[in-house]
């Protein structure tokens, strides 16, 4: 296997505050991989950097072996990574349909969708279970399901690599599983490598095949789920420091 | 859940209505209210093409009578002092205003929000005092007359009244036709995410930059467009036609009308442009009469006539 996606000596800093501290990572084809730490870790500054949203201060990524830091969004999700946001975005007055179909134009820009591409959305919907609501105002939905739709829409640009920044914040417990059981579909039938930032640690521990934990904006520990949870220095920087009280 | 999908029963029948009235109306009535038609149908253009950038794009701009403007004196200048047949000044007007729109909105655009509106009035007016005061060129506050009438052709000859409404009627089922094909192609599709969500919008892989910049000017080149046909229809500019108080009424008509259904603007682009005719009486109350009505507008339906005639329909929106 080979690294899809190479983050090198990557740093960002926002005046004095260094929000990411020259992290190396590298995320094989084909595999999931997490993000984790508390609150102000970098992780969707990380994110925004690998997306294009922030330019680096320093250090590089490369994507398919090709330096994309420094590109705008739009090129860097032409070339195949796509994204969601930590707050749910959305295309409030479209419908589910149009938002889902909006992906695949901007991927591939016809004057009407080509039979395949209507195929494709179709196919999309169904997958996402959106398939009752196609014709919804996307702003009458519920969270779970803008959610859903961020997703459906970003899998209509035909990623090879998603960001998925707390998709998983705010759903119930059966909307999670629900979720999980799409993540696994995207990631084993569609060949999508996922890169996923969540608190809830049952999800990611469930979803993960490989764990990096950041706090302060430097990566502390990386390794399974079952190395992470166990990690002596993981849990200090969530709980803090063990001690003895006589 | 379709209801919150417009029916197009109700705008085909308005549509037709508006046809029909608009094909017999030189036969019927007087020359005055012929004037008032002609100058409807060019606002309504012009609203028709703000509506492109503003409405579905995003980005509330202050400068579309500007390019209107700059369309006339371009297309009235390449036929007095070029010696261009209208026929080829007046395409010509479109491209140039086309390239103008390029050249202000590429760095303009990267405004963002309130900050592009402002600098947009502030173009508009700038636009306005070049004009003022080149003299030597337009003319200046003497206005430049002697502008002559579209060339005939197949025996129609354009300086009668009729001929060039229908020209101007024509003109703008043509022009409108195209910018509703334009907004439900491929790419009105995208300009719409850009208004939606423009983050989202670059995210999924939309290059915003590029197509507000296409929006903008793809608006201002019908702006000029209807600019040259005013020119060779009055054939008399003056600077103030296109100071800042039409830029502003355009905007008007368009939250009127409603903005981001092509629709919207076009009838709020007619029934404005009547308002005022009628209120010519008093012309000191003209300007009251229409801010009272704006407000009214935004108080009670902020999507104008198109949002007021959906909430009304069956099973419509509450």
Redesign the interface.
Known sequence: MSAILEVKKLRKAFGGVVAVDDNTFAVERGTRLGIIGPNGAGKTTTFNMI?G?YKPTSGTIEFEGRRISGL???RI??LGI??T?QNV???????VY?HV???A???E?????TAKQVEEVEHILQWSRLAEHR???VK?LTLAAQRQI?LA??L??RPKVLLLDELMAGLTFVEIDQMLDLLRLINQEMGITLIVVEHVMKAIMALCQRIIVLSYGKIIAEGSPQEISTNQTVIEAYLGKETAYA | MRNTKRSPLVTIIILIVVLVVLAVLPQLTSEYITYVAVLAMLYAVLTGSYDILTGYTGPLTFCHGAFYGIGAYTSALLTLKAGLPFWAAFPLSGVMVFVFAVIIGYPGLRLKGHYFAVTSFFFAHFMYLVILNSIGLTNGPMGLGGIKPPEGFLGINFAGLKASYYLIFIYGIIVITGLWLFIRSGIGKLLVTIRENEELSEAIGVNTAFYKVLAFSVGAGVAGLTGSLFAHFFRLLHPTTFAWMTSEMVVIMSLVGGLGTLIGPIIGAGIVTLILELMRFAPELRLITWSVALIAVLLIEPKGLMGLIRRLQPGGRK
């Open positions: 997306a949203f705008k969004p739009h999700s032409q796509g994204r946001f975005r959305a295309f409030r007055e479209l419908t149009d179909m909006a992906g134009l901007a991927h820009l016809h004057y009407r969708p014709d919804t105002t009458n961020e829409t970003a209509a640009t």
